[in-house]
T-cell receptor
Framework: SQTIHQWPATLVQPVGSPLSLECTVE??????LYWYRQAAGRGLQLLFY??????ISSEVPQNLSASRPQDRQFILSSKKLLLSDSGFYLC???????????FGPGTRLTVL | AQKVTQAQTEISVVEKEDVTLDCVYE???????LFWYKQPPSGELVFLIR??????QNEISGRYSWNFQKSTSSFNFTITASQVVDSAVYFC?????????FGSGTKLNVKP
């Protein structure tokens, strides 16, 4: 099965600063990749997904953007963070052979 | 439109009790997959089970069992003889056309 790597695990950033979260995938090629956000005590909100290099679908218009420069790399970015960007960010990959989605360990982002 | 509903926000049981987590889904498609994930306090989502829409056989894995009924659009999850380690948030999800739709989650508290 595939392994999803995310870093950093925890991040504290001031309002207005930029953001770059990286996700990489091991153990599979050409996976579908996903970024989710989870507010404290809430469910998962799909932010972006990608079916291939350079292909990004945005689910929620907001202060964030995503890029997929390589097959197994998915990056979540922001030019200027807002307080409302705080949350737990999860990267996931869908393994095509089983259609199962596996998740990374997540990044806890606090914007102050 | 696709939708997953987990009506139980939070459940508390005493260790060794059986507990059932409900999941109801909506979709007009005939081909889809259903999943259950566990989110322990550490945050990472752990894959538990995948079911495709053509396989209504119930499944048992140790203390876990799943009941899939297309007639009622339900995919319920039962934990038999619950343990403290089962305490977590459990998510039900539906997948088709490259996207996963998650329920809002059920927080299970198992008390010793």
């Amino acid at each position: 099965s595939q392994t999803i790597h995310q870093w950093p695990a925890t991040l504290v950033q001031p309002v207005g600063s930029p953001l770059s979260l990286e996700c990489t995938v091991e153990g599979t090629s050409n996976p579908n990749l996903y970024w989710y956000r989870q507010a404290a005590g809430r469910g998962l909100q799909l932010l972006f997904y990608s079916v291939g290099i350079g292909q990004i679908s945005s689910e929620v218009p907001q202060n964030l953007s995503a890029s997929r420069p390589q097959d197994r790399q998915f990056i979540l970015s922001s030019k200027k963070l807002l307080l409302s960007d705080s949350g737990f960010y999860l990267c996931a990959g869908r393994q095509g052979s089983t259609d199962t989605q596996y998740f990374g360990p997540g990044t806890r982002l606090t914007v102050l | 439109a696709q939708k997953v509903t987990q009506a139980q926000t939070e459940i508390s049981v005493v260790e060794k009790e059986d507990v059932t987590l409900d999941c109801v889904y909506e979709t007009r498609d005939t081909t889809y997959y259903l999943f259950w994930y566990k989110q322990p306090p550490s945050g990472e989502l752990v894959f538990l089970i995948r079911r495709n829409s053509f396989d209504e056989q119930n499944e048992i894995s140790g203390r876990y069992s799943w009941n899939f009924q297309k007639s009622t659009s339900s995919f319920n999850f039962t934990i038999t003889a619950s343990q403290v380690v089962d305490s977590a948030v459990y998510f039900c999800a539906l997948y088709n056309f490259n996207k996963f739709y998650f329920g809002s989650g059920t927080k299970l508290n198992v008390k010793p």
